[in-house]
Protein backbone atom coordinates (compact mmCIF):
# COMPACT_ATOMS: atom_id res chain seq x y z
CA UNK A 1 0.00 0.00 0.00
CA UNK A 2 1.07 3.79 -0.73
CA UNK A 3 1.66 5.78 1.85
CA UNK A 4 -1.13 8.26 0.26
CA UNK A 5 -3.15 4.99 1.00
CA UNK A 6 -2.50 4.52 4.45
CA UNK A 7 -2.50 8.42 4.63
CA UNK A 8 -6.82 8.06 3.57
CA UNK A 9 -7.02 4.98 5.45
CA UNK A 10 -5.88 6.73 8.90
CA UNK A 11 -8.10 9.78 7.93
CA UNK A 12 -10.82 7.88 7.09
CA UNK A 13 -10.69 5.86 10.87
CA UNK A 14 -10.31 9.40 12.39
CA UNK A 15 -13.13 10.47 14.71
CA UNK A 16 -14.91 13.67 14.38
CA UNK A 17 -12.58 16.48 15.82
CA UNK A 18 -12.54 20.10 17.53
CA UNK A 19 -11.89 21.63 20.75
CA UNK A 20 -11.99 19.58 23.72
CA UNK A 21 -13.08 15.97 22.05
CA UNK A 22 -12.08 12.76 22.50
CA UNK A 23 -13.41 9.26 21.40
CA UNK A 24 -14.88 6.94 24.33
CA UNK A 25 -12.87 3.50 24.61
CA UNK A 26 -13.77 0.92 27.30
CA UNK A 27 -12.95 1.39 30.84
CA UNK A 28 -14.66 5.05 31.26
CA UNK A 29 -11.27 6.14 29.20
CA UNK A 30 -11.29 8.85 26.24
CA UNK A 31 -8.92 8.08 23.27
CA UNK A 32 -7.13 10.88 20.94
CA UNK A 33 -4.71 11.52 17.90
CA UNK A 34 -1.68 13.61 18.99
CA UNK A 35 1.01 14.56 16.69
CA UNK A 36 4.04 15.58 18.03
CA UNK A 37 7.61 16.30 16.43
CA UNK A 38 10.21 13.63 15.69
CA UNK A 39 12.89 15.10 18.66
CA UNK A 40 9.81 14.36 20.89
CA UNK A 41 8.80 10.98 20.11
CA UNK A 42 12.06 10.30 20.26
CA UNK A 43 12.70 12.13 23.67
CA UNK A 44 9.78 9.90 25.18
CA UNK A 45 10.85 6.73 23.05
CA UNK A 46 14.22 6.50 24.63
CA UNK A 47 12.86 7.64 28.17
CA UNK A 48 9.98 4.28 27.20
CA UNK A 49 13.25 2.17 26.58
CA UNK A 50 15.48 3.24 29.59
CA UNK A 51 12.24 2.86 32.38
CA UNK A 52 10.75 -0.69 30.45
CA UNK A 53 7.61 1.10 29.93
CA UNK A 54 5.40 1.86 27.05
CA UNK A 55 4.92 5.18 25.34
CA UNK A 56 1.56 5.60 26.67
CA UNK A 57 2.37 5.03 29.61
CA UNK A 58 4.99 7.95 29.35
CA UNK A 59 2.78 9.82 27.70
CA UNK A 60 0.63 9.35 30.46
CA UNK A 61 2.95 10.51 33.00
CA UNK A 62 4.17 13.80 31.06
CA UNK A 63 0.79 14.58 31.01
CA UNK A 64 0.04 14.44 34.46
CA UNK A 65 3.56 15.74 35.42
CA UNK A 66 2.24 18.96 33.73
CA UNK A 67 -1.17 19.12 34.96
CA UNK A 68 0.15 19.00 38.22
CA UNK A 69 2.97 21.42 37.92
CA UNK A 70 0.13 24.02 36.25
CA UNK A 71 -1.99 22.89 39.36
CA UNK A 72 1.41 23.93 41.72
CA UNK A 73 1.26 27.61 39.50
CA UNK A 74 -2.24 28.34 40.52
CA UNK A 75 -2.31 27.78 44.19
Known amino acids: ?3 EGKKGWRLGKMPKCG ?3 GTDVPGGKK ?5 ID ?4 DEIRNR ?5 TSMAEQIRNLLQWGMDSLDDVTE
Open 1 to 3: MTS
Open 19 to 21: PAV
Open 31 to 35: ALVVK
Open 38 to 41: ADQF
Open 48 to 52: AISEN
